[in-house]
């Protein structure tokens, strides 16, 4: 095996996890923040907890809106855009043919 290429082993790292609870635990990182742990998890606890901190939703949200505004401008331009001279011809043909 070589020599000086594996990470420092710290036999003392900390978990913290946001409800407080501290793990002790041996890991190649000496300290973790966590925000669920097993002391406060609903499936070993059996009580229903909220945690939105990413605002996942909110992002989801934002992101349709902005796909949704960005098809309405590509739909007005192509509306905009000049036609050529057979398919106006043809739009007014089906105008006229509407009409009688």
């Given amino acids: 095996m070589k020599k000086n ?13 946001a ?9 190649t990182i ?8 097993g002391a406060c ?3 070993y ?3 229903q907890k909220v945690l939105d901190s990413t605002g996942r939703v909110d992002r989801f949200k934002k992101m349709a ?8 401008v590509l739909i007005q331009k ?5 036609k050529t001279k057979a398919e106006i011809k043809k739009v007014v043909s089906k105008k006229k043919k509407a009409k009688k």
């Fill in 5 to 17: 290429i594996h990470p420092k082993y710290h036999s003392d790292a900390k978990i913290t996890c």
């Fill in 30 to 37: 000496p300290e973790m923040k966590i925000e669920i742990c």
């Fill in 41 to 43: 998890h609903p499936l």
């Fill in 45 to 47: 606890t059996g009580k």
């Fill in 65 to 72: 809106e902005k796909t949704a505004s960005k098809k309405a």
């Fill in 78 to 82: 192509k509306e905009k855009t000049v």
């Fill in 19 to 27: 409800c407080g609870s501290i793990i002790k635990t041996g890991s």
